[in-house]
């Protein structure tokens, strides 16, 4: 199939306002694109969905080897898979689990964006350093915030080092988006958000090499693989109830897609608007999201609150990740620095701190026999929030690259805490969620 990955040379370069520029450009062609973000990220997919109408997907090798990564860019009918790297094109966790290495373990071709302002001829001095630097795929480069005025200059450049000019994108502080503690804000939120992409899809046609792209596109290696053996665990559907609105948005698109093709029916809801959870369900979800901005309604919805707490305490499988965790506990300090009250299945007070909280990639090793594995077992994990609890739990030991810690509350009917889990990248541990549901429907039956 046709893959391009569109990345950048660090964190902020410009390169999701590019790739949300290439990919409305795309869709304006009448073509059909299926979006994908590396690694660890919620926020940039719900942009990319928002442009394809497509549910955009993350690859991330940390959590999935090449045959799931490869499994997952083949896994849909669309014209083209446009992929959007994570910080810089190198950067990862030392040499692995970058950019660079999902482009080679997917034979993707590179389009590299780099962030003009402030340099002239040391433009050349960075694309040499990124074409030389490690083996890589590197197809060209696209120039953020290019002056008109640079552009003869910046083609030698590209001639001198052999590779290509891909087009520029010009500066436009109309069409900037918005960002907060964890990112960019999310598409719900922003204003006058399909005006915005429009006018990127505009510049993206007027000044980037569109039909080059889609060339490079068409060059990529197919790489054989071996697709995951997922098959349904019952006959009848599994009702998952799963948190989802503007306060508790964040999942992966896989999980939901493993789940259902476990033999699962996914039944969203809203912890803010809805009065109770949706009926018949064998299983609740709570994913991550801003609870803090949304602390006051969350805490209004009492009846919401209820209705979780009186599932939860009563046995139904949950998994609750970050901001869900915090909407479990007893109180939330909210954005505005008033404490609000939560559902209580906890008796954690969750804060604000000024910094980020074990920020990264976790081997969590679980204490005792829990709802996703047994003792001794090893869940990969990430966290990246500012947020903190008085009580985060025991039940899992989380060892990253610098130090680690004791964490979560599990037991077989509960994974409750601040690290995030990405269950494509670990079959066996969805399994067990299914599995545990099908134990509560029976248990509900006899």
Excluded at 105 to 129: F, Q, R
Excluded at 203 to 220: G, Q, W
Excluded at 356 to 368: E, I, N, S, V
């Amino acid at each position: 199939m046709k893959k391009l990955m569109i990345t950048g040379t660090n964190s902020g370069c410009g390169k999701t306002s590019v790739t949300c520029g290439v990919l409305q450009a795309i869709a304006e062609r009448g073509l059909s694109a299926a979006a994908f973000k590396c690694g660890p990220d919620y926020i940039d997919p719900a942009f990319h969905r928002y442009i394809t109408g497509i549910a955009a997907g993350n690859l991330d090798s940390r959590f999935c080897g090449g045959d799931r990564l490869n499994c997952l860019l083949d896994r849909n009918d669309a014209d083209i898979a446009v992929i959007e790297g994570v910080m810089g094109f190198y950067d990862g966790v030392g040499e692995r689990y970058s950019s660079c290495e999902i482009s080679l373990l997917t034979g993707t071709p590179a389009a590299v964006v780099i962030d003009c302002k402030g340099m002239s001829l040391s433009v050349g001095a960075v694309m040499k350093g990124f074409l030389t630097f490690r083996p890589n795929r590197i197809a060209g480069f696209i120039f953020n915030r290019l002056p008109e005025s640079q552009t003869d200059t910046v083609k030698r450049l590209c001639a001198e080092l052999g590779t290509e000019y891909l087009g520029r994108f010009p500066y436009c502080p109309d069409i900037m988006l918005e960002s907060r503690h964890l990112g960019l804000v999310t598409a719900d939120e922003t204003a006058r958000l399909r005006d915005k992409l429009h006018r990127m899809g505009q510049l993206a046609e007027e000044n980037i090499r569109i039909d080059r792209l889609l060339e490079i596109a068409a060059s990529a290696q197919d790489i054989p693989y071996e697709p995951p053996r997922i098959s349904p665990l019952t006959d009848a559907p599994v009702r998952i109830a799963a948190a989802r609105d503007r306060a508790l948005c964040f999942y992966y698109e896989e999980t939901f897609e493993l789940l259902r093709g476990l033999g699962c029916e996914i039944a969203e809801f809203s912890p803010l608007t809805d009065e109770k959870l949706p009926e018949k369900i064998c299983g609740l979800i709570l994913g991550g999201g801003y609870p803090e901005l949304y602390a006051k309604a969350l805490s209004e919805n009492i009846s919401m609150r209820d209705s979780v707490r009186n599932a939860v305490t009563e046995g139904l499988p949950t998994i609750a990740e970050c901001g869900g965790f915090m909407y479990l506990n007893r109180t939330l300090e909210g954005n505005d620095g008033r404490k609000y009250d939560m559902v209580g299945v906890y008796d954690g007070d969750c804060y604000k701190t000024d910094s980020l909280k074990r920020f990264g990639y976790g081997d969590m090793t679980a204490q005792r026999d829990n709802l996703l594995c047994k003792k001794g077992e090893v869940i990969r994990s990430h966290e990246f929030h500012y947020w903190d609890c008085t009580d985060i739990g025991g039940d899992f030991y989380s060892k990253r690259s610098r130090g680690g810690n004791y964490c979560v509350h599990a037991d077989k009917r509960i994974y409750a805490g601040f690290p995030h889990l990405y269950l494509y990248g670990d079959i066996s541990a969805a399994e067990n969620f299914v599995k545990a549901c099908l134990e509560y429907r029976n248990g509900k039956n006899r």
